[in-house]
T-cell receptor, first 113, second 117 residues
Framework: GENVEQHPSTLSVQEGDSAVIKCTYS??????FPWYKQELGKRPQLIID?????GEKKDQRIAVTLNKTAKHFSLHITETQPEDSAVYFC????????????FGRGTSLIVHP | GAVVSQHPSWVICKSGTSVKIECRSL??????MFWYRQFPKQSLMLMAT?????????EQGVEKDKFLINHASLTLSTLTVTSAHPEDSSFYIC?????????????FGSGTQLSVL
């Protein structure tokens, strides 16, 4: 699968603040961009994804934005809560055909009450 | 959403023994499953792609004779760690896509914590 670079590796915020995590990719043909959340000791779960025909998708307090020109997609969490504390992974984008997902290095988000 | 079941959740074994981990898609057919390895506080490292009815495709650096993968049906893939050694101790997790729907979304098993003594 395509490699993705994810930043930052750790992110510490106060409850109520916003958090932004960014992933860059290289394949300009990519058309599917997912984000996963993994709580401590649990399985990763898809929290939001976006396709290349839109620039932004929002689901309550989380959103994903896509910049195809710059080849990056970002996860935005607003009004963070302690239960948002987890490790967030972007997965390598899909570009049709056989999709073999690899993962960014992860971002450990800590929300302080 | 789709459910992926993985067993066992944890296993402790003696060095030199083999351990089998099962990954089942409960309510969908998974023509492709993926096996990952995860070290503490690190990312998911793709080990291999398991294809129903054919040989698995292993990532570079992963020994296929060490980590045997079998995907005999559309709902079951197994990973067998052969002649396990302490360095094989890790968290192993499988995932699957709902192939019939053409989805890219991954659904993960709950993982298996392997400890080799």
């Amino acid at each position: 699968g395509e490699n993705v670079e994810q930043h930052p590796s750790t992110l510490s915020v106060q409850e109520g603040d916003s958090a932004v995590i960014k992933c860059t990719y290289s394949d300009s043909a990519s058309n599917y961009f997912p984000w996963y959340k993994q709580e401590l000791g649990k399985r990763p779960q898809l929290i939001i994804d976006i396709r290349s025909n839109v620039g932004e998708k929002k689901d309550q307090r989380i959103a994903v934005t896509l910049n195809k020109t710059a080849k990056h997609f970002s996860l935005h969490i607003t009004e963070t809560q302690p239960e948002d504390s987890a490790v967030y992974f972007c997965a390598s984008p899909a570009s049709g055909g056989s999709y073999i997902p690899t993962f960014g290095r992860g971002t450990s988000l800590i929300v302080h009450p | 959403g789709a459910v992926v079941s993985q067993h066992p959740s944890w296993v402790i074994c003696k060095s030199g023994t083999s351990v089998k981990i099962e990954c089942r898609s409960l309510d969908f057919q998974a023509t492709t499953m993926f096996w990952y390895r995860q070290f503490p506080k690190q990312s998911l490292m793709l080990m291999a792609t398991s294809n129903e009815g054919s040989k698995a495709t292993y990532e570079q650096g992963v020994e296929k004779d060490k980590f045997l993968i079998n995907h005999a049906s559309l709902t079951l893939s197994t990973l067998t760690v052969t002649s396990a050694h302490p360095e094989d101790s890790s968290f192993y997790i499988c995932s699957a896509r709902d192939g019939a729907g053409g989805e890219e979304k991954l659904f993960f098993g709950s993982g298996t914590q392997l400890s080799v003594l």
